[in-house]
T-cell receptor, first 112, second 112 residues
Framework: DAKTTQPTSMDCAEGRAANLPCNHSTISGNEYVYWYRQIHSQGPQYIIHGLKNNETNEMASLIITEDRKSSTLILPHATLRDTAVYYCIVEPRSGSARQLTFGSGSQLTVLP | EPEVTQTPSHQVTQMGQEVILRCVPISNHLYFYWYRQILGQKVEFLVSFYNNEISEKSEIFDDQFSVERPDGSNFTLKIRSTKLEDSAMYFC??????????FGDGTRLSIL
């Protein structure tokens, strides 16, 4: 599976957009980019995923570069409850049950 | 919104004892997973399960571990003879085919 690189930590002001980058330069054609977050030792929470097109849902937007070597998760109006560790995970689509490989993620702190 | 539920939230067990962690996956999901997270470390994959058999397992999932789907709703992880190093948060997850995994809030296992 492709490896991902994320900044260790980021801060964002409450009400502002939080932009979390992720590098996945060795991603292959059949691999999706998934984002999860973990709030203070709760279970990881699925946020969004994409292959090559930009995606948006009620939680966030995902921007994937044209060469697919990096992506950015955008939380449009961050709140204090968005403080969490955010994980960018590259996952192959082949196979039935797929294991997720979590890295260290990015600690996002939303400041009042 | 349907969710994965795990019981108990906290389990304290003497070293060498058997422990069973229980999970109720989302009802129409067919793929089931266990992960663990030792305090301060990454979330690690243990095992995936589909169609009443193990699909994948990690090196962590040795002969001391087993999984079972004893009925139509529960999915269990059993550790036969617990060790101190088994102390961790254990997360259950479930998914549909090729869909995001959804996690429970975990069971904190403390081995004394």
């Amino acid at each position: 599976d492709a490896k991902t690189t994320q900044p260790t930590s980021m801060d964002c002001a409450e009400g502002r957009a939080a932009n979390l980058p992720c590098n996945h330069s060795t991603i292959s054609g059949n691999e999706y980019v998934y984002w999860y977050r973990q709030i203070h030792s709760q279970g990881p929470q699925y946020i969004i995923h994409g292959l090559k097109n930009n995606e948006t849902n009620e939680m966030a937007s995902l921007i994937i570069t044209e060469d697919r070597k990096s992506s950015t998760l955008i939380l449009p109006h961050a709140t204090l409850r968005d403080t969490a560790v955010y994980y960018c995970i590259v996952e192959p689509r082949s196979g039935s049950a797929r294991q997720l490989t979590f890295g260290s993620g990015s600690q996002l702190t939303v400041l009042p | 919104e349907p969710e994965v539920t795990q019981t108990p939230s906290h389990q304290v067990t003497q070293m060498g004892q058997e422990v069973i962690l229980r999970c109720v996956p989302i009802s129409n999901h067919l793929y089931f997973y266990w992960y663990r997270q030792i305090l301060g470390q990454k979330v690690e994959f243990l095992v995936s399960f589909y169609n009443n058999e193990i699909s994948e397992k990690s090196e962590i999932f040795d002969d001391q571990f087993s999984v079972e789907r004893p009925d139509g709703s529960n999915f269990t992880l059993k550790i036969r003879s617990t060790k101190l190093e088994d102390s961790a948060m254990y997360f259950c997850a479930s998914s549909q085919a090729r869909q995001p995994q959804h996690f429970g809030d975990g069971t904190r296992l403390s081995i004394l």
